[in-house]
């Protein structure tokens, strides 16, 4: 209990003093000089590494969700790529096959890469929600559609004032019919 708090606790820390946009103002860099920047060693070359291990090294579904929703409090762009398995809702990417652990997992990394898609929304990362909704849409489990899913992502599609996204034609895109 107290790693994680500890690592959600440097996570945001990391976030807030390196990567921000308002860094510069929540740590002034008149005062203290700059502690450290998005492409800076710490970050590219320890944390996200470490973390990036930690998720692929987790054997149950409750820690893959910590350690993806750590990825999300650090808000750097590249944590979209280590997430991508958890979006696409790969049976590989998590350590169970049941479909509601699937969907607690691929929730959360749509939780997570939110922060990524208001800070840097040139990257694309609208167009990875909409691929995911597509595929969520005419999924159809045992228990029923997906439902928490398609809500959540289509809210952080409407959060982040999306463009049409290239890939979707009005035809293929339930969002755009």
Not at 29 to 34: A, H, L, R, T
Not at 46 to 70: G, H, M, N
Not at 104 to 123: F, K, N
Request: glycine residues 4%.
């Amino acid at each position: 209990m107290v790693y994680h708090q500890s690592l959600v606790g440097l996570t945001s820390l990391v976030h807030k003093a390196c990567i921000a946009q308002n860094r510069a103002e929540a740590f002034p860099f008149s005062n203290y000089g700059e502690f450290c920047r998005p492409d800076s060693d710490f970050v590219l070359s320890k944390l996200l590494p470490f973390l990036k291990q930690k998720l692929e090294s987790c054997t149950r579904t409750d820690q893959r969700i910590f350690y993806v929703a750590t990825l999300g409090v650090l808000g750097h762009k590249n944590v979209v790529s280590l997430i991508l398995p958890s979006l696409q809702g790969t049976p590989s990417s998590s350590s169970s096959n049941d479909p509601k652990s699937m969907v607690s997992e691929r929730t959360t990394a749509i939780y997570s890469v939110a922060l990524v898609a208001r800070a840097y929304p040139m990257m694309g990362v609208e167009n990875i929600l909409f691929s995911v909704l597509n595929n969520q849409v005419g999924k159809v489990w045992e228990d029923g559609k997906v439902t928490s899913c398609i809500c959540t992502n289509f809210r952080f599609l409407l959060r982040s004032r999306p463009s049409r996204p290239s890939s979707a034609s009005p035809r293929s895109s339930p969002c755009w019919t």
